[in-house]
């Protein structure tokens, strides 16, 4: 297995959650950031049944497209929450190297926000305007979060076959979970995400209505 912008394991610890006698030939993961790696280590480190395959586990760090493996290939290949990372330029390239690291009857899971035509606007308006009201240009200008109209037209272009999602849940957006991880209580610039969120949603189709339901709550 490869994960991909793995970060702290977050899929192999909840793994090793669900069975501490998880059989794996191999499990790398690679991270390009060290204080990722970092926390990760430390987490895996206490969970119970990594002792077990530690010797088949490796954290490799380097961003995705300049992993250059010398002769690994894979059975599966893991994004989650990762493919919105590269630019919206870049993630045909993504999924071509994906390709390429597996082998034959391989498969890629993808863990996204399954975006429709009517969703997909502002959604990436909402994350936009949080990166940016939080000091995030950078990534407010490189995160491309795919709709599955395009996930699916990139995945024809390399030639993979998409399947129907295997499991669809529905996600809240509690925006007061960011105040301190990303706005670092910083109630001003926090506020002027929510007043953006709200105004963005006012001007939106009733279709996008019918589909997001907003609840307002203090501080949220």
Known sequence: IIDIGGGYGGVLLACL??????????????????????????????????????????????????????????DQAILKMALHEFPKNQQIQVLEKCFSLLKPGGYLNLWMPHLTETTHPFFTEVIRQKDLAAGFQEL???RYFSSDTTLRNNAAAVGWKVDKPTFIFEYILDTRLRLDSEFKNQPQ??????????KTYEQSSDKLKDEVPILKVPNG
């Open 17 to 74: 959650d669900r069975s501490s006698s998880l059989e794996i030939d191999q499990y790398t993961i690679i991270e390009p950031y060290a204080q990722q790696i970092s926390k990760g280590k430390e987490l895996l480190n206490g969970q119970a049944g990594f002792e077990a395959i530690r010797n088949n586990f490796k954290y490799i760090k380097s961003s995705f497209l300049d992993y250059a493996p010398l002769s690994d290939t894979f």
């Open 189 to 198: 610039a926090y506020q002027r995400w929510l007043e953006r969120i709200i």
């Open 140 to 142: 407010a200008s490189q």
